[in-house]
């Protein structure tokens, strides 16, 4: 039997694109032996989601890495080490022949407790630059003849040259239901009929609320041409009703393949499962990245990348409602633009990481 365990959390984006692996996988270990389970943050919406995809899950304590000293720091270097303690003790029971990091503060205890047993260590980096879970993972993937996988070209160019033979280009995972979404199954979840324009406006999995300001300064602009699709965020307070042309939803889950394939325009933030899932299904974006004191910056350079290659305009984090109306307003009168960057978007989103991962591991393990 081959044993494969995965890990990552924090974040509905470390954990959707560890499952669009595990779904390819799951294609390729066809009438093989095999097991797949999953080890996360004991705390958070890591739990709901793994088990929500029909995946195994072993929970462990988890403490966040962070750059500078809180008074939190204590006691996350005590979570970090019950949880390094904790996944060895589930690898080696477990017997598992390779970890899959997906990264995230919650896949570093895993990686190390893997390294420590002997068992190669494999880890995806989505963003433009490697974040500080990948940078301090990459020790583990050294030491255990492992593989690293990176959505963009250019991010090769950061990482250690030790290690760039050891890495392949795969673009971000996309879960296969995104490439197989139905435009009129997310229609009919909206109720709304064929010939209504979709804008769907996406805050990330928490939402966002400059995102939310934004999309209620300009709304009556935006509905002068599209029905406005709005996914506020469920931690997010709304007041905003549902009227004629606006369609305001704290989350959408099973059906948000559906409804994004139903979009002609998306606007949102330029984390990785965004663009990605929009790119994979070849939609023009619009993007607003998170920025300032709180990010490392991977939205913006994620949105860089977008608009240099011709699939998104992006719209700075002060950008105001009056340059979003300006922007959607000249996409909606503009097909031919709208197609060009519909191309460039399926251009990025053909390369599917799912599958190139998938291939990977199986190789390394001789399945």
């Known amino acids: 039997m081959v044993n494969i365990a995965f890990t990552g959390g924090g974040t509905g984006g470390h954990i959707y694109p560890g499952l669009a692996v595990v779904e390819g996988l799951k294609t390729r270990l066809t009438g093989l032996d095999y097991r797949l389970f999953w080890i996360g943050s004991n705390a958070g919406m890591d739990r709901s989601i793994v088990e929500g995809a029909g995946l195994e899950f072993f929970g462990i304590p988890a ?3 962070r750059r500078y000293f809180t008074l939190k720091t204590i006691p996350d270097i005590f979570r970090v080490a019950a949880g390094f303690c904790a996944a060895r003790s589930i690898l080696k029971k477990q017997k598992v022949d390779i970890l899959f990091s997906k990264g995230g503060f919650v896949s570093v205890p895993p990686c190390v407790a893997a390294a420590s047993l002997g068992i190669p260590v494999f880890t995806h980096e989505s963003d433009f630059s490697p974040g500080l879970a990948t940078r301090l993972n990459l020790r583990f993937v050294r030491r255990t003849g492992g593989r690293i996988f990176v959505s963009y070209a250019d991010t090769v160019e950061l990482m250690p040259a030790d290690l760039k033979d050891r890495i392949t280009i795969s673009g971000n995972p996309v879960r296969p239901v995104f490439r197989a979404a139905d435009p009129a199954q997310g229609r009919a979840f909206l ?40 996914q506020f965020g469920p ?72 608009e240099r290659e011709g699939a998104a305009l992006v719209l700075p984090g002060q950008g105001g409602a009056e340059n979003l109306s300006r922007m959607v307003s000249a996409l909606a009168g503009d097909s031919r633009k709208r197609e060009a960057m519909a191309e460039a978007a399926r251009r990025i989103g053909s390369l599917d990481g799912a599958a190139i991962i998938g291939d990977s591991i199986c190789n390394f393990t001789g399945v």
């Not at 606007?267 to 994979?280: F, I, K, L």
Request: proline content about 5%; hydrophobic content about 40%.
């Open 191 to 230: 109720g709304l009929g064929e010939q209504e324009r979709i804008l769907l406006v996406l805050g990330g999995s928490q939402g966002a609320q400059e995102v939310n300001a934004l999309i209620r300064a300009a709304l009556e602009d935006l509905r002068h041409h599209y029905t406005v699709v709005h």
């Open 63 to 65: 403490g966040r890495l």
């Open 235 to 306: 931690e997010q307070q709304w007041d905003v009703p549902k009227t004629e042309g606006y369609i305001p939803i704290p989350y959408i889950r099973d059906e948000m393949p559906h409804v994004l394939a139903a979009a002609e325009l998306i606007v949102g933030r330029s984390g990785a499962g965004t663009v990605w899932e929009s790119a994979a299904l070849g939609k023009p974006m619009i993007l607003i990245p998170l920025s300032g004191s709180g990010t490392r910056g991977d939205q913006v350079e994620n949105a860089r990348f977008f």
